[in-house]
Structure formats: C-alpha cells, structure tokens
C-alpha cells in the first residue's frame, strides 16, 4: 500500500513524534510506501483564502472558496504546496491523521490542511461524496492521543464518547469524501502513564499497523438508508455516531 501520514505536532520528542516515527517503521519494513506531511516542519500554512489559486479569479468582485478551488481544480489553478498534498492523496491506499486532542479536535495546522487540500472539485462535488465520494476506495485512519483518561472519553463520560468528539472527522471530512475509516488508534493521556504505560500503547500501536487489512471499519449509514431528505428513514434505527432517531 502506499501510505500518507498527514502528522500534526510542533514538538518531535512528543509522543505523537513517537508514534509517528514508530508508524513509518513498522509500515516500512512490511513493505509499504510510506510519505509523511510533518506540517510543523513544513510551515504549512493552514489559512485557505485567495492565495491558494494562481492566476485570475473567476469572480474578482466576490471571492466564493468553493467556486474558486472548483474552478482552479478543473483548470490547473491550484497553489503549489496545496498541489503538492494533493498528489500525495491521490497516491495513497491509506491516510493516518496523526495529532494531539487540542479542544475537542484537530490542532488548527491540521484543520487548515484539510480546508485547503480537500478542495471542491478535487475531494467533493454535488452528487460526489460518502458512498460516491471522490477518494471512494481508500482507507483511512484517526491515531491520537488526548490529555485525560479513556474514562473521561468513554460514552458517559465528562468529556463525552471519544467516537462522538472525533465525528466531524470521521464523518463529516473523510467519510464525507469517500474515504472507509478505520477504528480510531487512542493514546489517553501518555504523558500520565509512565514509561511502562507508554511502551504498551506503542506496542499496541504495531500491532494495530500490523493488522490494517482486518481492522474494523467504522459504521455509516449507507445512502439507501435515507429519504429524498437526507434524514433516515422512518422505521431505520441510527447506528452510527451523533445521529439519534427523532
């Protein structure tokens, strides 16, 4: 397979640095392709705005970022580093978004990465998203780690179901893209468990890159199971993240 590790961390003696260098040589060496984004080290910018098309605008009075990376998408407009990312998406089999929790989601670096180079016109399109999603086919996955414990994020903890804090990812970026998405890694709170507690969740992890082929995929509602309205249908019971039935 050949692998994308999108990495979001400003420290590389930090855990997720870890995991991350533990991630490279475990796919490596089961003979995977591996490509990593270290965003920090890169100094990506993560703010999406007029600089991510070249040449002229296609409405210079009123800047729409959807109809703009639409129209740069279908005609070669795209800026170079955003570019750059996106030849690294159409390549991979499998994505790993490797980060800290920080309030509830991705570090800003990493959100920013993903308004920008899950561009409309090369990630989505009306009529193109989850079962017919543009990156239909590949996988991908959530490895994180988080500040308080696995009871804090467990589904009646104070901090809420962990799938549940992690459904705007899972759902509303990848799945929305086309992406099937792995059961999430989750490293809870590694700066708290002592070296011994640190090597298990690193050899938990090997294990877990070991398996990628078997490893469940998260549960979506497929498209028969909604109405002309996009809600589910009557009778059909909500299985999958936040949804509940009314």
Not at 5 to 29: D, Q, R
Request: hydrophobic share 45%; net charge negative.
């Amino acid at each position: 397979m050949n692998v994308l590790i999108v990495y979001a961390h400003p420290e590389p003696k930090s855990f997720n640095g870890a995991m991350k260098h533990l991630a490279v040589e475990t796919l490596a060496a089961a003979g995977h392709e591996v490509v990593v984004s270290d965003l920090y080290a890169m100094g990506f910018d993560p703010v999406a705005g007029r600089a991510d098309m070249t040449g002229e605008l296609t409405d210079p009075e009123f800047f729409s970022l959807a109809a703009e990376q639409t129209a740069a998408c279908q005609t070669g407009r795209i800026a170079p580093d955003i570019a750059a990312e996106m030849e690294k998406l159409k390549r991979a089999d499998l994505v790993i978004f490797q980060f800290p929790v920080w309030w509830f989601g991705m570090p800003a670096i990493l959100k920013g990465w993903a308004d920008r180079v899950f561009a409309r016109g090369f990630a989505y399109l009306p009529g193109r998203k989850y079962d017919t999603g543009m990156f239909r086919g590949k996988l991908a996955m959530v490895a994180a780690t988080t500040g308080t414990s696995a009871d804090t994020y467990a589904p009646d903890g104070i901090d809420g179901d962990i799938l549940t804090v992690l459904w705007p990812i899972h759902n509303g970026l990848l799945r929305y893209s086309g992406f099937d998405v792995l059961t999430p890694f989750i490293a809870y709170m590694p700066g708290r468990v002592g070296e011994d507690g640190r090597k298990a969740y690193l050899d938990a992890y090997r294990k877990r890159l070991g398996e990628i082929e078997t490893t469940p995929r998260l549960f979506f509602h497929p498209a028969g199971d909604y109405g002309p309205d996009e809600r589910l249908k009557p009778g059909v019971l909500a299985r999958s993240g936040v949804q509940r039935n009314a």
